[in-house]
């Protein structure tokens, strides 16, 4: 058995990359994998030179989901004789709903990139992230119905909030698989790159996101996130009240006297 970690961690350009490093498993999940997650996530939280998260992997498989092998997974599955239990279950282990509702909380940007296969846990992780981003290789599915159980890790919820009932109940009712361009007609990636330009294009959208005001990203995932739970007019009342505090901010004092100037002189010749 391999001592190498499950997950590599390292720093790029105030990005840090994240690597899941278990090919020869297809990049199953395990308790390891996810306590490394976990601290790359608070490193990003607390750490200010770090500005967005990338989350990948190499091999056949992005993620082929929660290895069934793992120590955890099977005393989970010894002990969940309650539907108490199970549900329980479903919320503690390998502290993965922690480290999801961590990467959905905190205020800067994480971007998966899927160039292959990513199934179960792996595609209930990426949910969590806040941009999926694919090669034309990447394709995705839940098999927990051949199990005859559901993807209970945001599996339901947040791919029914992203694609919309109509494509849950394809690919959870259904439980058939989709591929990168039927994945980005639906929502549930942003944008999909040929194979040959894929890690390239990546970490250029992931310096792009860097280059970005943090103050008003971490404002607009806060926004965003409660625009879409509650009504219009409590929507717009949401707007208020994060520009109120953006408007304060000493970059968009000065990044508005300069926009302002620009326009004073008139259009580029």
Same mark, same amino acid.
């Given at each position: ?55 990948? !992997?190499?091999?056949?498989?992005? !993620? !082929? ?205």
């Amino acid at each position: 058995m391999s001592d190498e970690p499950h997950l590599l961690v390292r720093e790029e350009d105030g990005i840090i990359i994240c690597t899941m490093n278990r090919p020869a498993k297809l990049n199953a999940l395990t308790t390891d994998l996810f306590e490394r997650l976990g601290a790359a996530v608070l490193r990003l939280r607390d750490e200010p030179q770090l500005k967005v998260m990338l989350i990948n !992997s190499t091999g056949r498989y992005f !993620s !082929s989901g929660i290895d069934q092998f793992d120590k955890v997974t099977q005393q989970n599955d010894a002990g969940g004789d309650t539907a108490t239990a199970i549900r329980e279950m479903h919320r503690l282990q390998r502290n993965m709903q922690y480290i999801l509702d961590e990467m959905e909380h905190i205020e800067k940007p994480i971007v998966v990139a899927h160039h292959a296969m990513c199934m179960g846990g792996g595609l209930e992780l990426s949910l969590s992230c806040d941009f999926r981003l694919a090669s034309e290789n990447a394709a995705y599915a839940f098999p927990e119905g051949k199990f005859g159980s559901l993807p209970a890790s945001n599996g339901v919820s947040r791919l029914t909030r992203y694609c919309g009932a109509h494509w849950a109940r394809w690919m959870i009712m259904a439980n058939k698989p989709i591929d990168a361009a039927r994945a980005l007609q639906i929502g549930l990636v942003h944008e999909v790159w040929p194979e040959d330009v894929f890690e390239a294009e990546v970490m250029d959208f992931c310096r792009h996101l860097t280059q970005q005001n943090p103050e008003q990203m971490g404002a607009a995932k806060i926004a965003i996130e409660l625009c879409e739970e509650v009504g219009r007019d409590s929507a717009r009342h949401v707007e208020r009240m994060a520009n109120s505090a953006l408007f304060l901010n000493p970059d968009y004092v000065a990044g508005r006297v300069e926009y302002l100037k620009g326009i004073g002189s008139g259009p580029p010749k």
